[in-house]
């Protein structure tokens, strides 16, 4: 298995609803380690705003922060929105600021 895709409303949350799934959520991140692409598929269209889809998908981007990846494995989850006129690829930059 090399690539899942998964659609968002009314499968992994209600319609029109955030995900909010911790332990869905530690699953998905399971696949990401073992290599497996994955696309989350939603109708929401909001556009290049991608705080909207932030927002909709926040319990799955703070698993994914606090699991300290390597932001190549997470370059392997995209959402694709608005019914596929819009694909992100997650791209993680730490905020950490601090020198060595």
């Known amino acids: 298995l090399e690539f899942v895709s998964f659609d ?3 499968t992994l ?3 029109g609803k955030n995900f909010n799934d911790a332990e869905l959520a530690q699953q998905i991140l399971r696949l990401l380690i073992r290599g497996i692409r994955i ?3 939603t109708a ?3 556009g290049y ?3 909207k889809y932030e927002k909709r998908l926040g319990c799955l981007l703070r698993c994914f922060e ?3 990846l390597d932001a190549k494995i997470l370059r392997n989850f995209y959402v694709l929105g608005g019914e596929a006129n819009y694909l992100f690829q997650c791209d993680y930059i730490s905020n950490d600021t601090s020198t060595e």
């Open 49 to 51: 705003e991608s705080e």
């Open 8 to 10: 968002g409303d009314c």
């Open 66 to 68: 606090s699991s300290n």
């Open 13 to 15: 949350y209600s319609d």
């Open 44 to 46: 929401a269209g909001y």
């Open 39 to 41: 696309a989350l598929v």
